[in-house]
Structures are given as structure tokens and as C-alpha cells.
């Protein structure tokens, strides 16, 4: 799955900085849980210019069901401006040949941030999107 970063630059201002989460349903899964290296292995940066810190990258269970169900990681660019366009693959298990509709996966951003390190004025006009992929 690719993860982009959709806004109009023009109109917005550069970015810093975002929060990502990416919620996601069985048959999806990531091996792993929290910040484990299988969990982070399952992440590729693909903005020549961002950073993903490894420390940021994290399953969690967001329902209370013991099963994982949201990849959340902070994406940066403290040399000009992150995105628009895309951030990160991520990786799932599935099994062959399963059809994955697309209510089966969802993106929500916060903690945007300007040039300036601080709260982004505009993030209504910001938003992420999702495009499933094969595995390269």
C-alpha cells in the first residue's frame, strides 16, 4: 500500500511534519506488534527527502481487542517541505488471492506541522490517501 500526502502546496505552505495512522481490517495484518523490528521492516520510505524515524513506527490495538488494527509513525523534512505526493509503502500479509475492499483500510493525519516546526493554519486542506499495491 502506498501512503501519499495530498494538498496543494501553493495554496498550503510547505510542511514539516505529520503524524500518520493508518487503520487497517482482517484479512490484513502486520507480524509483530508495537515498535518491533518485524513492524518496522513493513515500512518504506519512498519521499527521497523525508525521515521516518524508527522510533516512531508503531502497531497498535486502537479497540481494545487484542488484535493490532492501526500502523501510526510521524513522517519529517527539516530541509524544505514534506510532500505532496508519496511518503511511505507499507507492507501487509494477506492471503493469496484475497480480495481486500477498500473499507478495509483508512488514513487519518494530525499534528501538522508548517516550515516553522509549529501547527500548520490550514490542515483542512491537507489530507492522506491511500492506493493498495502489490508487493514490488
Do not use: W
Not at 6 to 31: K, M
Request: proline share 10%.
Amino acid at each position: 500500500m502506498i501512503v501519499s500526502l495530498e494538498y496543494n502546496e501553493q495554496l498550503t505552505g510547505s510542511i514539516s511534519g505529520t503524524h500518520f495512522r493508518v487503520n487497517y481490517a482482517p484479512p490484513l495484518d502486520i507480524p509483530g506488534t508495537g515498535n518491533a523490528t518485524t513492524v518496522r521492516q513493513r515500512v518504506t520510505k519512498l519521499d527521497a527527502t523525508s525521515l521516518i524515524p524508527g522510533s516512531s513506527i508503531s502497531d497498535n490495538d486502537t479497540n481494545g481487542d487484542l488484535v493490532d488494527d492501526a500502523l501510526e509513525l510521524n513522517a519529517l523534512d527539516s530541509s524544505g517541505s514534506l510532500g505532496p505526493g508519496p511518503i511511505f509503502r507499507l507492507r501487509y500479509s494477506c492471503p493469496d488471492g484475497q480480495a481486500i475492499p477498500g473499507s478495509s483500510v483508512s488514513c487519518v493525519i494530525n499534528q501538522i506541522t508548517d516550515a516553522g516546526g509549529l501547527p500548520h493554519p490550514q490542515p483542512q486542506l491537507i489530507s492522506c490517501t491511500l492506493e493498495l499495491s502489490p508487493e514490488p
